[in-house]
C-alpha cells in the first residue's frame, strides 16, 4: 500500500457519520495528541470547526430562504455559516465527536492492560 493510501486508511479509520433527520454529517475522531491541545476544556466551536469534515444531505433550500433542492456539496466556510444558526445540532455533533474519542481512549486502555 503506497504512504498515501496508508495515510487516508488511517484517517478514514478515525471518521464517522452522524445522522440528524435528512442529514448525515462526516465527523474525525480527535487524534491524543489534539485533545492535549484542548488542555482539558473542550470547546464546542473548535470542535465544529475542526473535526467535521463532511455532510450529505443538505440542500440549498436547507441553507437560504427560497433554496433549490440541489445538494450543496460540503464547504467548510458554507458549513461554519450554517452551524452557527443551527445549536440543534451542536451537542448532537460535538457528542458524537467526544463519543467517538472516549471510545478510542477506552479501547487503548484495555489494550494496554491485556
Partial sequence: M???????????DREKRVTVGEWTF????PTDLEIT?????????????RFVLDWSG???RDLIRNG???????????FLEFIED????WNVITKAVTEAYQAHKEATEESVKN
Avoid: W, Y
Avoid at 2 to 12: C, E, F, H, I, K
Avoid at 86 to 89: M, Q, R
Fill in 86 to 89: 443551527k445549536p440543534d445540532l
Fill in 58 to 60: 443538505l440542500l440549498e
Fill in 68 to 78: 433549490t433542492d440541489r445538494e450543496i456539496e460540503f464547504d467548510r466556510a458554507i
Fill in 2 to 12: 503506497s504512504d498515501n493510501l496508508l495515510l487516508a486508511q488511517m484517517r478514514r
Fill in 26 to 29: 462526516v465527523v474525525r475522531r
Fill in 37 to 49: 491541545e484542548f488542555k482539558g476544556k473542550l470547546d464546542q466551536r473548535k470542535i465544529l470547526e
